[in-house]
Nanobody, 123 residues
């Protein structure tokens, strides 16, 4: 069992930056593929970014490519999402998730989820 806790959300003006962190409990973090998803009111949860167990492979949604960067530090049991050039349409609750088996864009492939952190971008 692994528990995930996100932090770093907040309110920022358009064009600004935020860095989200997701800390994992337990010793098995390096065995997890990690992903970031977000959900805006009235919308389905959408894939944002993923990173493989060792950090050697990443993937991004087209909507954030070139603006967001996912990274991880296995020694600290933490995955990060650096968000630059934020837009009002980035406003959502952001979730980190872990998968034992798949580095996937599909939220159903993930086994553990954090509670989410709110990101609000004002115009």
């Amino acid at each position: 069992q692994v528990q995930l806790v996100e932090s770093g959300g907040g309110m920022v003006q358009a064009g600004g930056s935020l860095r989200l962190s997701c800390a994992a409990s337990g010793r098995t973090f390096s065995s997890l593929h990690m992903g970031w998803f977000r959900q805006a009111p009235g919308n389905e949860r959408e894939f944002i970014a993923l990173i493989s167990r060792g950090g050697g492979s990443t993937n991004y949604a087209d909507s954030v490519k070139g603006r967001f960067t996912i990274s991880r530090t296995n020694a600290k049991n933490t995955v990060y999402l650096q968000m630059n050039s934020l837009k009002p349409e980035d406003t959502a609750v952001y979730y980190c998730a872990g998968s034992w088996n798949f580095a996937s864009v599909n939220s159903r492939e993930y086994d553990a989820w954090g509670q989410g952190t709110q990101v609000t971008v004002s115009s």
